[in-house]
C-alpha cells in the first residue's frame, strides 16, 4: 500500500498545492491519466512519424490542425483531427493548477531551453559552419587522412571513434552522425556498414554532448548540481568507452582480423578517451569531456600507427571515392531541409605564393589515394581574370566538392562490378562509382594550425571559464512571477522555487568569444568576410526547428513539474522497489528512443527518477545519471537518428535495415548499464559522489 502525503489546504491559500492522487484519489488511476501526454508523444513520433517540434507543439497548443510534410519534401501524410492540448488541460482540470501559474511555468521553460542550452548550441554550431565555409574544415580531415595509414580498420575508430566525439562535444544534434557516416562512405565503406558503426560509437559521448547540455539540463529540473551528476557518469561510462573500440572492431572485421591483429589499436583508443573523459567528467565538469577526449583520442591514434600498424589486408585498404565536406545541413539540427536543398559548396582558404610555387612537390608516400565520383561536380565560381587565363594548369585542389556528394552516379564499369555492390543494390541501397583517382595533398605546417584552430580556441576558452568560474560575473536570478514560491511540493513538504538564473557570461558566451577569434584567424587567412555571415545563414537555417524542439520539449518538462504530474508519476513507479535501478535505465532508454535526444530524455523523465529514488531510498544523483546513461544506448535506434543517418549516404526510406543492425547491440547495452547501475548502488555505493542528503 503506497503512502501518500496528505495536501495541506487552509494554511497554504496562497500556494498551489500539488495533489498526488487527484483523479477520483486513486494514485494509480493518476498514475495512467498522469501518462497520456507521455503515451501521445509515443505515438505521434514512433507510430505516426511526425516530427519531433510537430509531436511536442501538440502536447501543449489548445487546439491544432496539423499538415504534416515528410522531411524530404513530399507528402508523409495528411489528416485532419482536433487534438485537445493534454498536458495543459490535464494540468488545470486534473490537477487543478491555477492557468495563469500553468502558463508561467511553461514560459520558464522556453526561456530555460534558448538561455543557455541554445545559447551553447548556436555559437558551437556557428563555429563549425564557419570552418566548413573557409575550407578549413576540409583541411582538418585531410591532416587526419593523411597522417594515417590507408587501412580501414584505423580510419573506423579514427572517425567513428574518435572525430565523432570531437563534433559531438561541440555541436551535437545529429552532426556527428551525418558527418562521419559520410566520411566513411567517402573512403570505400559500404553505406550500410558506415552508418551502423558510426551510431554504434556516437552512443557514450552523447551524454556529454553540445558542451554538457543534456546534463546541465538534467541539473535544472532536478535541483542537482550538474557537476555531480558529470562526476557520477564519470564513473559510469569510461568503462564503455574503454572496450567499445575492441566490441565495434570484432563486428566489423571478426575475431581474426579484428581483434588478434588490431587489439593494439582498440585498446590504447579506448585507454586514452576513457581516461580522459573519466578526469575531465569528475574534476572540471560536463562541458570538455567529449571535445578533449575526442581528440586526445586521435592525437595518440596517429601517433601510435607511426610506430605500429595493423597487418596488411587487401579487403580493408581505404580507396577515397568523394571528397565530401558534409555540412550539419540533414541532421537533426536541420530537420526541415529537402532533397532540392542544394549542400553549400565550400571555398578553400587561399593558397600562399610559396604553396603555389611547389607544383613540382611529389606526393608523399603515404598519401591516400582518391577517386571522384562524379565528372559533373560543380566547381566553385572564377574570377573573370582566372578565367582568361585558359591555358593555366589547374591547382590540384582547386577545385571542391559540394557538402553532400551526388552517390548514386551510374557505373561505367560494369565488367568489374563488385560483389558486395550488387548486394547493396539489390537492398536498395545507393552506393558510390568508381571513377579516376588523385592524391590528396598532405597539408603544410600553416595549413595544420589553422585545422586545429578552431578546436584549440574553444578548449582553452572553456577551460579558462570553467576554473575562473566567470560564468557567475554579472548573474542575475530572475524569479517568475506567479511561480515562484507559490506552488508547494506535497511529496517533500516545501514550496517550489522557480527561479532563472541569467548569465551573461554563461559557457555559450565563451564559444561567442572563440568563434570572434576564429573569424579573425579565417579573415587573416585570405577568406571573405562574407562567409562569416553566411555561416551565421546556415546556423540559423539549421537549428530553427532544433530551438523549436527544445523549447516546447522543456516548457512540456517545465508544466509537467510544476503542476505534481511528474510527482505522481514517480511515486507511482518507485513501487517496484530495489529493482528500479535496473528499471531506471530503461526509462531513459524509452526516452531518448522517442524523441532521439538525450536532452529530451532528461527533460522528460530525470525529475520522475529523482523522485521515484527519493521514495525508495536509492541515490538521487545516481538514478539521475542513469537516466542519462540510459537514454545514450537509444540514440542509435531512435526514428530521428535513423533518418538522419540514412538521408546523408543515399539510403533513404532504408531505415528498417539500419534498425535491424543496430537494435541488438541498443539492447545489450542499455542492460549492462542497467546492471551496473545495480551493482554500484548495491554493492560499491561509496563510488556515488557524495551529496544525496542535500537534495
Known sequence: MVNIPTAPSEAYDNYFVQP??????????????????????????????????????????????????????????????????????????????????????????????????????????????????????????????????????????????????????????GTPGAICSALLVSLGYKPLDALTFTLLFDTIPVAFGALGIPITTLGSLTDIDPMKISAMLGRQLPLFSLFLPTYAMVLYAGPRAGFLECWPLTLVAGLSFSVIQGIFANLVGPEL??????????????????????????????????????????????????????????????????????????????????????????????????????????????TSSTAQSNINMPNDHDDMRDPNRDMDEEMGVEVPSKPVSTAVVKPTLYETMLAWSPWILIVILVIIWTFADISQYGEQSVQFPHLHDRVWLTLYSKPYDAIWDFQPLATGTAILIAGLLFDVIVLINGSSPWIIWYALIDTVKQLFFADLTVSLIM?????????????????????????????????GWIGCFLTGSDTSANSLFGNLQVVAAREIGLSKILMAATNTAGAVTAKLISPQTLSTGVSTIGMRGKEGVVLRRTIIHSILFVCLVGALTCFEQYVIPGIIPPGDDDI
Not at 309 to 329: C, H, L, Q, S
Not at 558 to 585: D, K
Open 555 to 587: 516548457a512540456f518538462a517545465y508544466l509537467y513539474n510544476y503542476s505534481g504530474i511528474v510527482y505522481t508519476v514517480g511515486l507511482t513507479l518507485s513501487q517496484v522497489g530495489r529493482a528500479f535501478p535496473f528499471l531506471s535505465a530503461w526509462i
Open 289 to 398: 569531456p567529449d571535445l578533449l577526449s575526442g581528440l586526445v583520442s586521435m592525437l595518440t591514434i596517429i601517433v601510435f600507427v607511426r610506430f605500429w600498424k595493423p597487418p596488411f589486408r587487401e579487403e580493408y585498404r581505404a580507396m577515397m571515392v568523394a571528397d565530401p565536406d558534409a555540412t550539419p545541413a540533414g541532421t537533426a539540427a536541420a530537420a526541415a531541409t529537402t532533397d532540392n536543398e542544394q549542400a553549400t559548396t565550400t571555398t578553400p582558404p587561399k593558397k600562399t605564393l610559396l604553396d603555389r610555387a611547389q607544383f613540382w612537390k611529389k606526393t608523399e608516400a603515404n598519401d591516400i589515394v582518391v577517386t571522384t565520383i562524379s565528372r559533373t561536380e560543380q566547381a566553385p565560381k572564377r574570377s573573370l581574370l582566372s578565367s582568361l587565363q585558359f591555358w593555366r594548369k589547374p591547382a590540384q585542389d582547386d
Open 20 to 173: 498526488l492522487a487527484p483523479i477520483g484519489g486513486s494514485l494509480v488511476g493518476s498514475f495512467f491519466v498522469g501518462l497520456i501526454p507521455l503515451i501521445l508523444v509515443l505515438i505521434l513520433l514512433g507510430v505516426l512519424r511526425m516530427p519531433a517540434h510537430y509531436a511536442s507543439f501538440l502536447s501543449l497548443v489548445v487546439w491544432y490542425v496539423p499538415r504534416c510534410q515528410h522531411a524530404y519534401g513530399t507528402p508523409f501524410f495528411s489528416y485532419t483531427v482536433i487534438l485537445p492540448s493534454f498536458s495543459i488541460l490535464i494540468a488545470i482540470f486534473g490537477w487543478h493548477m491555477p492557468a495563469q501559474q500553468a502558463f508561467s511555468a511553461i514560459a520558464n521553460g522556453i526561456v530555460f531551453a534558448n538561455w543557455p542550452i541554445m545559447w551553447i548550441v548556436v555559437n558551437a554550431m556557428w563555429i563549425y559552419n564557419i570552418a566548413v565555409r573557409s575550407g578549413i574544415f576540409k583541411l582538418f580531415r585531410r591532416w587526419m587522412l593523411t597522417n594515417t595509414p590507408a587501412d580501414k580498420r584505423v580510419f573506423l575508430i579514427l572517425i567513428a571513434y574518435s572525430f565523432s566525439a570531437v563534433l559531438e562535444g561541440v555541436a551535437g544534434f
